[in-house]
C-alpha cells in the first residue's frame, strides 16, 4: 500500500468506517451496476475508449459500468461531479489531460483538486496529437513546413482549437521551439480547423490523431509528424517531433481514477483487471484503430507517479509559453 493509499483508508476510518469494515465491504465488491463519469460527450474519443474497456472489464468484475457523461466546462462539470461521489468503488473518474494536469495552469480557481480529490486506479493510454495538411498541399514534412513558415513570418496558418486547449498549447509550443513564427489561428473546435485546411483555408493544423486518422487514411489529409516521444504504432513512416525537437513529447493520456477515499483494495482488484485487458494483444489493437496506444504502467503507484511527473512538466511548459491561468 502506497503512502497515498494509506492515507485515504485512514480518512475513511476517521469518518466512522472500521478497517475490518472497509475490507469487509471491498470483499464484496462489485455487487451492483459502477458508475463511469466522462467529462466528454457520447462518440468522443474518451467515450469510445472507456465503452470499449467497459464492455470487457464486466465480465470479469461480473457487474455492467455505466457510462455517465457529463461534458462542458473544458472538464469541470465531470470532475467536479466525480470528486463529489462517494468513494465506495461505485462511480469511478475516466479522466483526460486537461481534467487533471492542464486545468491547473488554465484557471485560477476551480471546484475541484485533481491532486487531492481522486486517486489513481490505472493509466490506460497515450492518445498523441500530430500536424497535418491537406494531401493535395506542396508542403511534404514538418521540415517543410518549418522552413515556410520561416521564410514567411506570421503568413502561414497553423489551425488548431484554441490558444487554451490542448491542441492550441500544443501549436504555441511548436511555434516556440521552431521559431518559425506561423500564424496561429484558433477555431470553435478541431473538426472545424480540420474542415478549413481541408478547404486550403489554412495551411496546416494541430489536432489529435485520433479525430484525424481516418482522414489520412481516407487519403484526404498528410500526417507530417506526431507529438508522441517517439513514432506511434501504426504509423512507424511518420517522423516523430521529438526527432527534431529533442525531449519533445506531448500527447493527451487516459487515466481511470476514484474518489479520495476509495479503498485500496477496491482499487488494487480495479488495477489488475485493466492491465490485464491493456495487455492483451487484440484489446491493444482494437483501441489503436481508435488512434489511443494502450500503456499498461503496473500497478496505481505507477499512474501516481506518472501524475505526479506530468505536473512538473506542465508547470515547465505553462512557464515556457507564457501560460497564465485566468
Given amino acids: 500500500m502506497t503512502r497515498r493509499h494509506f492515507l485515504h483508508t485512514a480518512l475513511a476510518t476517521a469518518a466512522g468506517l472500521s478497517t475490518t469494515t472497509l475490507w469487509a465491504q471491498s470483499a464484496a465488491w462489485p455487487d451492483k451496476p459502477i458508475k ?26 461480473g457487474q455492467p459500468w455505466v457510462i455517465d457523461n ?36 488554465l484557471f485560477k480557481t476551480m471546484p475541484y483538486d485533481p491532486q487531492k480529490d481522486f486517486v489513481p486506479v490505472a493509466f490506460v493510454a497515450k492518445s498523441p496529437f500530430a500536424v497535418l495538411v491537406r494531401a493535395e498541399s506542396p508542403i511534404a514534412s514538418i521540415q517543410d513546413l518549418i522552413a515556410r513558415a520561416k521564410a514567411t513570418p506570421g503568413k502561414l496558418s497553423l489551425a488548431n482549437e484554441g490558444p487554451r486547449t490542448f491542441g492550441g498549447i ?26 478549413d485546411v481541408l478547404g486550403g483555408h489554412a495551411e496546416a493544423v494541430v489536432a489529435d490523431l485520433a479525430s484525424t486518422a481516418q482522414l489520412v487514411r481516407q487519403g484526404r489529409l498528410r500526417l507530417l509528424a506526431v507529438t508522441a516521444g517517439k513514432r506511434v504504432a501504426g504509423w512507424e513512416q511518420v517522423p516523430a517531433l521529438s526527432e527534431l525537437l529533442p525531449n519533445f ?18 482499487i488494487q482488484k480495479l488495477n489488475v483487471e485493466v492491465n490485464k485487458l491493456l495487455a492483451e494483444p487484440e ?14 504502467l503496473g500497478g ?14 506542465w508547470a515547465e511548459v505553462a512557464k515556457e509559453i507564457g501560460l497564465l491561468p485566468e
Avoid at 484489446?283 to 499498461?296: C, H, K, N, S, Y
Avoid at 503507484?301 to 512538466?313: G, S
Fill in 36 to 61: 463511469v463519469v466522462l467529462s466528454q460527450p457520447p462518440g468522443s474519443g474518451p467515450d469510445n475508449v472507456a465503452r470499449l474497456l467497459g464492455d470487457r472489464i464486466s465480465k470479469p468484475l
Fill in 300 to 313: 496505481a503507484d505507477k499512474a501516481e507517479a506518472f501524475l505526479n511527473r506530468e505536473h512538473e512538466r
Fill in 283 to 296: 484489446f491493444a489493437q482494437r483501441m489503436l484503430t481508435m488512434g489511443p496506444i494502450a500503456e499498461p
Fill in 70 to 105: 457529463k461534458p462542458g466546462g473544458q472538464n469541470i462539470i465531470g470532475a467536479q461531479a466525480a470528486a463529489r461521489s462517494p468513494a465506495d468503488g461505485y462511480t469511478l473518474y475516466f479522466a483526460t489531460t486537461a481534467a487533471l494536469v492542464t486545468n491547473k495552469h
Fill in 249 to 266: 513529447e506531448m500527447v493527451g493520456w487516459f487515466a481511470l481514477m476514484a474518489p479520495t477515499g476509495t479503498p485500496t483494495a477496491v
Fill in 170 to 195: 500544443i501549436a504555441r509550443l511548436i511555434n516556440a521551439r521552431t521559431k518559425m513564427e506561423a500564424n496561429l489561428v484558433s477555431y470553435a473546435s478541431v473538426s472545424v480547423a480540420v474542415q
